[in-house]
C-alpha cells in the first residue's frame, strides 16, 4: 500500500526566509508524486508533480521539489518565503487509477 | 474554461436530513474523484466515477454515503440521514484521463454543517 507521511504539521518561517516542508513517502511501485496548496476556504492547487522525469522538479509560484529514492523523499522548497505562502501545504501519492493519499498536511505560517 | 464546480459551497442541515453536493467537472473531464476533509484531518479519497460508472468506492462509507455521475449532469454525492460526524468539507476534483501521473483540479468544496 502506498502512504505518505509529512513531518511536521506546522511549520513557521520568517519572510525571505527558506522554507523547507518535508515528505517521506512508501510505495511498492515507482511513485507519482504531487504537492497540493491550499489557501483558507479554497479547494487545493497543484504546486508540482513527480513523474520520473527529473528529480528535480520546478513548480509555480518558485517552489521546487525533489525526489530522492534513496530517502524515499521529497520535500518541498522554496528560497525565500513570502507573505503569501502562508497556506497548507499536502504532500500525495497517486495509485494506478490516480486516487491520491494525502498527508496530513504542514500548516506554513510567514512572520513580517 | 471553466475550472471545477461544486455546489452549493456551505450547506447546513440538521441531523436526519439528506445532504446532496454537486460537482461539475472541467469541460472534457470524464473523471470525477471526491474526497472529503475532516477538522484537523487530511484529505481522504471517498469515490472515483467515470460516466456512468462507480470505478473505485473503497473509501466511502458503508451506509448512508453514496455517489453518481450520470451520462449528463452533474456528479452527485449524496448522503442520507446525516450525522454530527459528517460535518467536513468535501471536494471534488477532476481529471481529463485516468492514471498516476494525471493532474486532478480541484473545485472550491462544499462545506457540509451538521447540527
Known amino acids: 500500500a502506498q502512504s505518505v507521511t509529512q513531518l511536521g504539521s506546522h511549520v513557521s518561517v520568517s519572510e525571505g526566509a527558506l522554507v523547507l516542508l518535508r515528505c517521506n513517502y512508501s510505495?511498492?511501485?515507482?511513485?507519482?508524486l504531487f504537492w497540493y496548496v491550499q489557501y483558507p476556504n479554497q479547494g487545493l492547487q497543484l504546486l508540482l508533480k513527480y513523474t520520473s522525469a527529473a528529480t528535480l522538479v520546478k513548480g509555480i509560484n518558485g517552489f521546487e521539489a525533489e525526489f530522492k529514492k534513496s530517502e524515499t523523499s521529497f520535500h518541498l522548497t522554496k528560497p525565500s518565503a513570502h507573505m503569501s505562502d502562508a497556506a497548507e501545504y499536502f504532500c500525495?501519492?497517486?495509485?494506478?487509477?490516480?486516487?491520491?493519499?494525502f498527508g496530513q498536511g504542514t500548516e506554513l505560517s510567514v512572520k513580517p | 474554461n471553466a475550472g471545477v464546480m461544486q455546489n452549493p459551497r456551505h450547506l447546513v442541515r440538521r441531523r436526519g436530513q439528506e445532504a446532496r453536493l454537486r460537482c461539475s467537472p472541467m469541460?472534457?473531464?470524464?473523471?470525477v474523484y471526491w474526497y472529503r476533509q475532516l477538522p484537523e484531518e487530511g484529505l481522504k479519497f471517498m469515490v472515483y466515477l467515470q460516466k456512468e460508472n462507480i470505478i473505485d468506492e473503497s473509501g466511502m462509507p458503508k451506509e448512508r454515503f453514496s455517489a453518481e455521475f450520470p451520462k449528463e449532469g452533474p456528479s452527485i454525492l449524496r448522503i442520507q440521514q446525516v450525522v454530527r460526524g459528517d460535518s467536513a468539507a468535501y471536494f471534488c476534483?477532476?481529471?481529463?484521463?485516468?492514471?498516476?501521473?494525471?493532474?486532478?483540479?480541484f473545485g472550491p468544496g462544499t462545506r457540509l454543517t451538521v447540527l
Open positions: 510505495s511498492s511501485v515507482p511513485p507519482y
Open positions: 469541460k472534457g473531464h470524464s473523471h
Open positions: 500525495a501519492v497517486s495509485d494506478q487509477r490516480g486516487k491520491l493519499i
Open positions: 476534483a477532476s481529471s481529463l484521463s485516468v492514471g498516476s501521473y494525471n493532474e486532478q483540479f
